[in-house]
């Protein structure tokens, strides 16, 4: 699967949305998630995030953020069209220990 990592946290770009297939990104306040069961692995998503927040979890140390998506899609409505980033996303944009500041 594919998820969502901490540089999408109060930036939401959403470029994600329009080119899933399977419609499996569900959207919070601060941040979207990618229904790990639902993704099809088909990696379209990850070029298209300005924030590059897209991970497949092959890569290290992302149990934590397939346990995360998973928690969070299941409870979040899903999204499927594009809107505008949230207000002062490009400050946001990079920032470190985003996860911690804003989920804990
Ligand atoms: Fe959707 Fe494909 Fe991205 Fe999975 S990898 S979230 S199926 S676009
Ligand atoms: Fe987030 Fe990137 Fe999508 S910032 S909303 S994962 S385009």
Redesign the pocket.
Known sequence: ??VVTDNCIMCKYTD?VE???????YEGENTLV?HPD?????????PECPADA?R?DTEPAMESWVAFNRKYADQWPVITRKKEPLPGYQAMDGLPGKLEKYFS
Not at 19 to 25: A, L, Y
Not at 38 to 46: L, R
């Open positions: 699967t594919y994600c080119v899933c297939p399977v419609d499996c990104f990618i639902e993704c099809i692995d088909c990696g379209v998503c990850e897209i497949p």
